[in-house]
């Protein structure tokens, strides 16, 4: 069994009272690296090796420009979505159980990075192929 591990972003959140209250921009505004619909798709072997690059050119859905997200060719993930994520991408890389017992089927995790005052939610599915 081969395994791959598939990103979408769900949806972005940001919560201007407290960019206002806490931010050295108080107008920062939503995520600018990510937008709801992006996919990205994470693959081992055939050359590939994407979680060693974190998401490097992994982007395969957007409607914005590649080259400004992060996970397209131009920029990796960002580091607080890379640490909320990679943990879940590389048990589903290795066919891991993503989160068994908390979400609905086990192959498949909500999460959401670490940025309190603008957070991404990520859905992270492993996708199990026979080789």
Avoid at 90 to 111: D, H, V
Wanted: with cysteine; aromatic share 10%.
């Amino acid at each position: 069994m081969k395994h791959k591990v598939v990103v979408t972003v769900l949806d972005k959140k940001v919560f201007p009272e407290l960019q206002r209250q806490y931010c050295a921009d108080p107008d920062a505004g939503p995520c600018p690296c990510y937008n709801v619909g992006d996919t990205f798709v994470f693959e081992r072997g055939n050359g590939r090796d994407d979680y060693w690059h974190m998401g490097l050119n992994t982007l395969t859905k957007t409607t914005a420009d590649p080259k400004t997200v992060a996970g397209g060719p131009a920029q990796p993930f960002c580091s607080e979505a890379w640490d909320a994520v990679s943990r879940y991408i590389y048990a589903g890389l290795q066919g891991g159980s993503i989160m068994r017992g908390w979400m609905k089927k086990e192959n498949e995790m909500i999460t959401c990075c670490n940025d309190g005052t603008r957070p991404v939610i990520f859905k992270i599915e492993r996708i199990d192929e026979e080789e």
